[in-house]
């Protein structure tokens, strides 16, 4: 996300993972009552919430309407509720309503829906409720639109994750097991201005399934020239510069000059200490042989760009 206009200007920027954690930890410890969670997709926020709150909280992922909102809510009252990747429900007026009278500061919170009387009376669900739950909102991207969103925004702690690259990859080495890959993003880590963890998982997928995998990592902070530069560079089949040279000019990206131009731009402009990684293999599915793709996912949310 970086340092976004659109939020207000009381965020409390993050720059560690450590520092996310603790706020994390705080909101499980039942010290924050709304806590607003935004950041760049592919950080591991949500990862990091689940580690803090375990069971002990519910979790409501953003293809929830509001008013499937306020029945989880109803059904999961006095427990810590867990907005997951809820882009753009700023822009639903009655989300913003909702979200209002959920964040409130008192300690009991008055929750009402006025409307889909038929619906809640079928589920069972009045029509007003009070909950003692506090309330953790993960985004990727959000606005103050209007003064009601300035209103719930008010309510809470709102903090902006903006690690570095070297922050994240450092991140990775935690729990990533495939060396190659891992040095290969290392050395290109100077390129990328949005890091992700699910670039480490989506490389391994394609390796593991016999593709180019090394693309997935490049691609991520190159493009054009640059990328077919880079790619050459990787590329342990060539054995010298020559080799790469003419291989650049015979694909059509360009000329000799080009080459060259492109592969000092890419040279670090700083070291990356050099991490080996603890782990060898990937974690083991819980069931079955087949589940490791779905484990990652549980793990560390969509394995996608979103």
Known sequence: MGKSKSLPEFVTPLRTYADLANYAQAFADGHLNLLFVFGDPGLGKSRCLRSAVGDKACWIDGTASPFGIYCQAYENRDKPLVLDDVDG???????????????????IKNVSWQTDA???????IPR????????????NQWKSLNADVSALEDRGHIVSFEPTSLEVHSQAATWFWDQEIFDLVAANLHLMTRPSLRTYVLAYERKTAGLDWQTVVLSRCLSGPALEVAKLKSDSTYLTEEDRVRAFVASGAGCRATYFNHAKRLRPGEDVPRIKLANTTPPQ??????????????????????
């Open 89 to 107: 429900l700023y822009r639903d007026r009655n989300g913003v309503r909702l979200l209002k009278a959920l964040g409130q500061t008192d300690r």
């Open 118 to 124: 038929k619906s809640l009376d079928r589920q069972a």
């Open 128 to 139: 007003r409720y009070n909950t003692s739950s506090r309330i953790a909102i993960i985004a």
């Open 285 to 306: 599915p819980a069931v079955g042989p087949d589940n490791l793709v779905d484990l990652l996912r549980q793990r560390f949310g969509k394995l996608g760009s979103g």
